[in-house]
């Protein structure tokens, strides 16, 4: 099946410092991906999304890169606050299927 | 309602008992889906329902697990003779339609087989 990996599974960040979350994934027909947040306890909770026909997609605070050159997904935060401390998933889904395809996780840690 | 809500949050069982974990998708969504996420992975897939319709359940780990959606609303998943491994954090996602769009999670219901 689908690999949807990350290559660092922690990372910490000072206050108001930018972060940078990275992702690959394996399937190259993907073409929709969704990255989440997961707080302690709490279910995924749905930060921004991006399409394969861009390369890059911004909201509030968040943007994220796609390169499908090389099958690489990053998120970047701005001015981290320590809210943003959680469990950062992305998702990949392919037009063939329904479902969505996880990686483990990069846990991040905001330090005040 | 607001958002997926899934019940019980919390659920502890005997080896051997039966458990049913129900949730409840957005008003109007018509996907459905299970994920079972164990302690430090990622949300992995368990079955799909598009209305009624069961059309993926390439996902469920045998078939002691079994998920209905009668009436393509509320979504019951049912595990029979549970097992010490089937402790894991059980997640429903809804959209509003199916593979390409936005799935929205909720909050879990976590279940421990003692």
């Known amino acids: 099946g689908e690999s949807v990996g990350l290559h660092l599974p922690t990372l910490s960040v000072q206050e108001g410092d930018n972060s940078i979350i990275n992702c690959a994934y394996s399937?190259?027909?993907?073409?929709?991906f969704i990255w989440y947040k997961q707080e302690s306890g709490k279910g995924p909770q749905f930060i921004i999304d991006i399409r394969s026909n861009m390369d890059k997609r911004q909201g509030q605070r968040v943007t994220v890169l796609l390169n499908k050159t090389v099958k690489h997904l990053s998120l970047q935060i701005a001015a981290t606050q320590p809210g943003d401390s959680a469990v950062y998933f992305c998702?990949?889904?392919?037009?063939?299927?329904?479902?969505?395809?996880f990686g483990t996780g990069t846990s991040l840690t905001v330090i005040p | 309602g607001a958002g997926v809500s899934q019940s019980p949050r919390y659920k502890v069982a005997k080896r051997g008992q039966d458990v049913a974990l129900r949730c409840d998708p957005i008003?109007?969504?018509?996907?459905l889906f299970w994920y079972q996420q164990a302690l430090g992975q990622g949300p992995e897939f368990l079955t799909y329902f598009q209305n009624e319709a069961q059309l993926d359940k390439s996902g469920l780990p045998s078939d002691r697990f079994f998920a209905e959606r009668p009436e393509g609303s509320v979504s019951t998943l049912k595990i029979q003779r549970t097992q010490q491994e089937d402790s894991a954090v059980y997640l429903c996602a809804s959209s509003w339609q199916g593979g390409g769009n936005t799935i929205y999670f909720g909050e879990g219901s976590w279940l421990t087989v003692v």
């Open positions: 399937n190259s027909a993907s073409d929709y």
């Open positions: 998702a990949e889904n392919a037009p063939t299927g329904n479902q969505f395809y």
């Open positions: 008003s109007g969504h018509v996907s």
